[in-house]
């Protein structure tokens, strides 16, 4: 299953990806300066919300294009994919690191970064891996 380092290597491999830390320090990758994925544990509100089914390992924050996007994951894969009422109407999903696979995460991480990307960079990006 993944690790920081496997989420490290995923976003530090797009372009323009720069890592920093996040509101609590924690770390966090941009693109221009815009985050789409980052170190996500949960907050005591979170832990009240999702009582006995709160998770306690590795939590990654992944922003994704819309809603439905979000939706969609998080119907896909509740194991995997969850959110807090933090995120209702925002289109990010909180993923328990250690239960996703290193191709999948990976996935996830080019796909975040599509979402935040300027449409010059992406669209370079995309040919450029074409």
């Known amino acids: 299953m993944a690790t920081w ?27 221009r300066d815009k985050p789409f994925v980052w170190d996500r544990p949960l907050r005591p509100a979170d832990r009240v919300a999702l009582g006995d089914a709160a998770p ?7 922003r994704v294009p819309d809603l439905g996007a979000k939706e969609a994951l998080l119907a896909d894969d509740p194991e995997v994919y969850f959110t807090v009422p933090h995120l209702d109407g925002y289109p ?4 328990r690191l250690d239960r ?5 995460l ?3 991480v080019t796909e975040a970064w599509y979402a935040r990307a300027p449409k010059r960079l992406a669209a370079a990006h995309r040919d450029a891996a074409s």
């Open 5 to 31: 380092d496997d989420v490290r290597r995923s976003a530090l491999a797009l372009p323009e990806t720069t890592e920093r830390g996040s509101y609590d320090d924690l770390p966090a990758w941009r693109v």
């Open 56 to 62: 306690n390992g590795p939590i990654l924050g992944v």
């Open 100 to 104: 996703i696979g290193i191709d999948e």
């Open 106 to 108: 990976t996935e996830l």
């Open 92 to 95: 990010a999903v909180l993923v």
